[in-house]
Nanobody, 115 residues
């Protein structure tokens, strides 16, 4: 049974930081590209950051320089360090694991940036 379990969301003031984690089980973690998506109220889900199985990362333009995605294959965990958070970063953040033939999602974790 495949599970992706996110944690680390919460309420933070503008300018603050959060670190999201996504622990995977039931997959050969090192073979998967891993990504974080977010969905704001009333908006479509969007890709925020992705890291390939080889460790190459890319980001949504609006989070470049503020977010960092990383992976720990020994712990089967992917992280998203979010700094200088803005109200526009508010949404449910989802973890995604993908190969050419399989794709899995986590249940999401809420991030709210508000004073």
């Amino acid at each position: 049974q495949v599970q992706l379990v996110e944690s680390g969301g919460g309420l933070v003031q503008p300018g603050g930081s959060l670190r999201l984690s996504c622990a995977a089980s039931g997959i050969i973690f090192s073979r998967y590209a891993l990504a974080w998506y977010r969905q704001a109220p009333g908006k479509r889900r969007e890709l925020v950051a992705v890291i390939t199985s080889g460790g190459s990362a890319s980001y949504l333009d609006s989070v470049k320089g503020r977010y960092t995605i990383s992976r720990d294959n020994a712990r089967n965990t992917v992280y998203l360090q979010m700094n200088s958070l803005e109200p526009e970063d508010t949404g449910v953040y989802y973890c995604n694991a993908k190969t050419s033939v399989r794709e899995y999602w986590g249940q999401g974790t809420q991030v709210t940036v508000s004073s």
